[in-house]
Every structure is written in structure tokens, then in C-alpha cells.
């Protein structure tokens, strides 16, 4: 009697590898990048004013740290596939509220999309560290990069253009990749990671640490770097296209302009090369000095509104500077037995920016118009220079030329936090 084969493919699930997970964040990036440009606009168009927006997205910020936060809790009862699944739900779900319009239904959108991205975020690390070996994680950040960028460098754009043919379209899309996402990961059959033993003791807590944290201020001062940094992303992501529509300059400018600035990912090499040639102190402290002085000056010239925008948009590409040196002090500093630890408090960076930038910048729109987030965030990345000076001038100069090209970190204020 004949018997039908069984294809491979059910019998076995498909080894995950690099190439594998590159895709499932290049798929994710499709899902945000496209709404990165939107949520902004449509949550002015439905709130319009520019500090109930930043009353919003603080409290969202407050939301993204509890649920991630919550998130290893909740994998103690419910397997880690089905919280990976479900943060796939809740992004498509939160997309076609926000196809829907309206105040509640964005607010809504936001905070499920928010949740879900950071949820995403969580076992995507997990399932990472349990298939991926320590000598493939640069290659792996590597090809993540690479399967990201076109996501992050046309969705912008390509979000606000849609928009504007027809409202619903971007969010449409953004569900679809969602969902593509989901099928994506049950055909790799990831399961709940290759850790599936009782573990000898608890996971690490971060709050444990702290003590051993604040006792360094080295990695005090690089955790510092970092957060400012994402702050001087959020106010970019955020504040940037809201001026735009303020002053009259369309809606898609702010789409364009963050669909360039992501296209940096692709000079990221060239500005490598320019570290090796001079020091990582010297990257650092350019990146904050020209990026701050950017930020001051479109505020001071907050009246010419395209000198304004011109300001910053030159001021993103300080920004991605920052992006590749920054993070180098703090990832220098830490003791080899604590990396895992730090590394947990280092990675708060993503959740104090998405919950500082617009706390702040709700204070400050109570006294003062749009331009003063700017300068705000300016005098910040200015903090930031003068205390880069502490940094030692020979900081990496032997290893730099090791190091993997590191991922661009926007912290897109759809998660408050970047891949």
C-alpha cells in the first residue's frame, strides 16, 4: 500500500538561524516603520494640541515600562510562544483601531501597539540568546540591520504618503506585517526556547544591582549618554513633524525627513572608519556638541520654520554619530562578571527616554511654544559634551577596529524603545 510522504518540514521544524531571525525583524520593521511617521500626526489631528500629545505618550511611557517589566513574570505561566504570538495580536489589533481614527481609538492603538512591540522585543532577545552562538551575535546584529533597514528607511515616507491617499492604508499594512510576523514565527517553531530546564537560581534582577551600578560612575556616565541620546531621537521622531504641521510645512515632511535620517544606517561604516582614525571620546563629544548646538539653533530660529527644520534634520546625523559611539563607554566599563546584570540595567535606558522626553516636554509646553522642547533637548545633549571630558582620551582605541558595526538605535515612540 502506497504511504504519503510526510514533507520534511512537518516532520522536523527548520533550524532557527541568523538568516531566520533576520527576517522576523525585517518583518517587524515593515509593521513599525510604516506608523512610525503616522501615530504622531494622527494622534495631533485627534488630540491637537501638542501637550495633551506629550501627556499621552508620557503616560504610554509609564505603560511600556510596566509591560515590559511584567513580561519575564508572565512567562513563568504561559509559555513564551504564545506571549510572542499574542504581542502579534495586540499589534495588528491596535492597528485596526487605529485605521479606525479618533481620539480613544488612537489613544488605544497606541498603547496596544506600544505593549505589543515591547513584548516582541522581550522574546525576540530570549529566543536570540537560546539559538544564537556568542560567535554569531555580531553576525546576527549584523543581517538584523540589514533586513531592517529598508523597513525603517522607506516606511516613513511611504506611511504619510499612503495617509494622505487614504487614511486607513498605513495601519492596514502595519496589521498585515503583523500578522505576517505571527506566520513567520510559527513556521520557524521557535517553541518556548532551547531553556526549558528548572534553572539552578533566579534571573537576575536588576533592581539588585543598582547599588553595584550607581557605586561605578563610569557606567553611570554611559547610561547617561544613552538616555540622552534616545531623548534627542524621541524629540526628532515626535515634536519634529508636529512643528512641521504647526508652521504650515505639510505632513509629510516629518515622514520624509525620518526616512532619510534612517538611510545614515547605510554611512554607519564611513563614520566607523572616522572613529578609528581619532578616539572614542572625540566621536562622543562631537556628537553631543554639534547635535546640541543643531537642537539650540532651531529653536532660536523657531521663526524661520524651514531654517528650523534644516537645523535638525542636519542635527540627525549627529545623532546617528552618537549611535555608534555612545553606547562604546558603558559596554568598555563593565566588570566581565557583571556584563549580564549591567546589561540589564544598561537596556532601561529605552524605557527612562520614552517616559523623560515627553514628560518633560508636557512641562514644558505649559510655559512655552514648540521651539522650547528643542532647546531643551539641546541643553541636555550640551550636559551630555561637558560630561564626556571625563572620558579617557585613549578610550578604545586598540578595540574599536573590532568591534561590529552597531545597530542604529531610534527610540521610536511606538515602544520607547529601538532594536
Not at 39 to 45: D, H, K, N, S, V
Not at 111 to 131: E, K
Request: hydrophobic share 55%; net charge positive; proline share 7%.
Amino acid at each position: 500500500m502506497h504511504q504519503r510522504r510526510i514533507p520534511e518540514w512537518l516532520r522536523h521544524a527548520p533550524a532557527p538561524s541568523v538568516r531566520g531571525f533576520a527576517m522576523l525583524a525585517g518583518t517587524e520593521a515593515m509593521a513599525r516603520g510604516i506608523l512610525i511617521s503616522v501615530m504622531p500626526l494622527e494622534m495631533y489631528r485627534a488630540l491637537r494640541d501638542a501637550s495633551t500629545v506629550s501627556e499621552v505618550y508620557f503616560l504610554v511611557g509609564l505603560l511600556s515600562l510596566i509591560v515590559g517589566l511584567m513580561v519575564p513574570f508572565v512567562s513563568r505561566f504561559l509559555p513564551r510562544r504564545w506571549i510572542y504570538v499574542t504581542g502579534c495580536a495586540m499589534f495588528a489589533c491596535g492597528a485596526i483601531l487605529g485605521a479606525q481614527g479618533g481620539a480613544p481609538a488612537m489613544i488605544a492603538a497606541l498603547a496596544l501597539i506600544t505593549s505589543a512591540t515591547v513584548t516582541v522585543f522581550v522574546c525576540f532577545n530570549a529566543y536570540v540568546l537560546d539559538y544564537i552562538a556568542k560567535t554569531e551575535l555580531g553576525q546576527c546584529e549584523t543581517s538584523r540591520m540589514f533586513y531592517s533597514a529598508l523597513g525603517w528607511t522607506v516606511g516613513p515616507f511611504l506611511g504619510v504618503t499612503l495617509l494622505a491617499m487614504w487614511r486607513p492604508l498605513p495601519f492596514l499594512i502595519a496589521g498585515g506585517a503583523a500578522l505576517a510576523m505571527m506566520a513567520l514565527f510559527l513556521y520557524m517553531r521557535l517553541g518556548n526556547g532551547r531553556l526549558i530546564t528548572r534553572a539552578r537560581r533566579p534571573a537576575p534582577n536588576p533592581l539588585a544591582w543598582l547599588p553595584r551600578f550607581f557605586a561605578q560612575p563610569r557606567l553611570v556616565a554611559g547610561w547617561t549618554f544613552a538616555v540622552i541620546r534616545s531623548c534627542g531621537w524621541w524629540v526628532y521622531v515626535v515634536y519634529l513633524p508636529i512643528f512641521a504641521v504647526e508652521r504650515g510645512l505639510g505632513e509629510d515632511l516629518g515622514g520624509m525627513l525620518l526616512s532619510v535620517s534612517n538611510g545614515m544606517l547605510f554611512v554607519t561604516p564611513l563614520m566607523l572608519r572616522w572613529m578609528q582614525q581619532h578616539s572614542i571620546r572625540h566621536a562622543v563629544r562631537t556628537g553631543f556638541l554639534l547635535s546640541g548646538a543643531l537642537f539650540v539653533l532651531g529653536a532660536v530660529l523657531g521663526g524661520l520654520p524651514w531654517v528650523a527644520v534644516a537645523c535638525l534634520a542636519l542635527a540627525s546625523v549627529f545623532l546617528v554619530l552618537l549611535d555608534v559611539s555612545a553606547g562604546l563607554p558603558f559596554l568598555m566599563a563593565v566588570r566581565p562578571a557583571e556584563r549580564t546584570e549591567m546589561s540589564a540595567v544598561y537596556a532601561s535606558f529605552r524605557d527612562v527616554s520614552g517616559i523623560l522626553t515627553p514628560g518633560a516636554a508636557w512641562l514644558v509646553l505649559l510655559v512655552a511654544p514648540l521651539p522650547g522642547v528643542f532647546a531643551v533637548a539641546g541643553a541636555a545633549l550640551w550636559g551630555c559634551w561637558h560630561l564626556a571630558r571625563h572620558l579617557h582620551p585613549r578610550l578604545g582605541a586598540a578595540r574599536v577596529q573590532m568591534e561590529p558595526a552597531p545597530v542604529l538605535h531610534i527610540p521610536l515612540p511606538l515602544s520607547g524603545k529601538t532594536g
